[in-house]
């Protein structure tokens, strides 16, 4: 009776693991990735902690049966909790809206939203600044271009996940003839690069996604026609003649 009792609840907390492990998938892929996507991201507090609860017990309950220990009845009643919440959660989150009709403050649309939004307000603003200058000169100074990139003091989400946490954009000031088409080492996803020549008449944004989603190596964003997407003054995002 007692091997019978210890098969049904390891069944139950297998059958939660196998409910869940879609959710725990993308919370692992997420939290040992530098940058990430995911368009149906888990809310990680509840289904980390439902996570640990429920390998905890089965490791537990394994042990129990191997052992022949006598385990307490509110262990038991633990075991059908959990499953029930399990259950419960993976049905609630198969049942709501799709996502992109769910965005509530924005920062969970998708990078390639949150990027164009980012670097077009970063344009504009650096656009008007140069119009602006008695020499049409271009802004070099990082704390300026971020002040332009800023929302309520805050930098904007990315998009993306790095460790799991949502990343604001980064923005990194380069001097150089033309844009930048190879990611830096240790940039990640969600950097927009600021190429300024060196009299600071001419500018070139390049953006850096994922060269893979969910989760894969940084690489510059391309246009549909798998052309790097590059923003100048005029639109065009040649190299200066030398």
Do not use: C
Request: proline letters at 8%; a positive charge; hydrophobic letters at 45%.
């Amino acid at each position: 009776m007692r091997a019978l009792k210890f098969a049904i609840y390891i069944g139950m907390l297998g059958a939660a693991l196998a409910l869940g492990s879609a959710k725990w998938r993308i919370l692992l892929i997420s939290l040992f990735s530098p940058a990430s996507y995911f368009p149906d991201f888990p809310y990680w507090p509840l289904w980390l902690t439902l996570g640990l609860l429920v390998l905890g017990y089965l490791i537990y309950f394994l042990l129990g049966a191997a052992l022949r220990l006598r385990i307490s009845f509110r262990h038991h009643v633990m075991v059908v909790v959990l499953f029930g919440v399990v259950l419960t959660t993976r049905v609630v989150s198969v049942l709501s809206p799709v996502p992109g009709s769910s965005w509530r403050d924005g920062s969970d649309a998708p990078p390639q939203l949150l990027m164009a939004r980012a670097v077009a307000r970063l344009k504009s603003s650096v656009d008007r600044y140069g119009q602006s200058s008695d020499s049409r000169t271009y802004p070099a100074d990082p704390e300026i271009l971020r002040e332009f990139l800023r929302t309520d003091k805050k930098l904007p989400p990315s998009g993306f996940r790095s460790h799991a946490l949502k990343a604001p954009v980064e923005l990194v000031v380069v001097e150089a003839a033309g844009p930048v088409l190879d990611v830096r080492p240790g940039d990640r996803a969600g950097t927009i690069y600021y190429a300024l020549n060196e009299d600071q008449s001419r500018y070139w944004i390049t953006l850096v996604g994922l060269s893979e989603l969910p989760a894969g190596r940084p690489g510059i964003m391309q246009s549909a026609d798998h052309q790097p997407i590059v923003l100048s003054p005029d639109g065009r995002g040649q190299r200066e003649e030398e």
